[in-house]
């Protein structure tokens, strides 16, 4: 997804895609034992931190939670 295009998708799908789809790659490296899913994980924590969007903020506490 292009930047420019960030605030329609907030708009339209309720999320950011750059956090969730990173959250959930994290995620998915996990579940197959790869070693870069706890950089991933910090990566998606790092870039909730810096959102403004508090539900892809939850949603990415919730996974790194569940990772926990």
């Given at each position: 997804?292009?930047?420019?295009?960030?605030?329609?998708?907030?708009?339209?799908?309720?999320?950011?895609?750059?956090?969730?789809?990173?959250?959930?790659?994290?995620?998915?490296?996990?579940?197959?034992?790869?070693?870069?899913?706890?950089?991933?994980l910090a990566?998606?924590?790092a870039l909730?931190?810096?959102?403004?969007?508090?539900?892809?903020?939850?949603?990415?506490?919730?996974?790194?939670?569940?990772l926990a």
């Open positions: 997804m292009r930047p420019e295009h960030r605030p329609t998708h907030l708009l339209r799908y309720g999320h950011d895609p750059e956090l969730v789809f990173t959250i959930r790659l994290a995620h998915t490296r996990w579940l197959l034992g790869d070693d870069d899913a706890e950089r991933t990566r998606a924590v909730a931190d810096a959102s403004d969007h508090p539900y892809s903020r939850g949603l990415v506490n919730l996974f790194a939670a569940t």
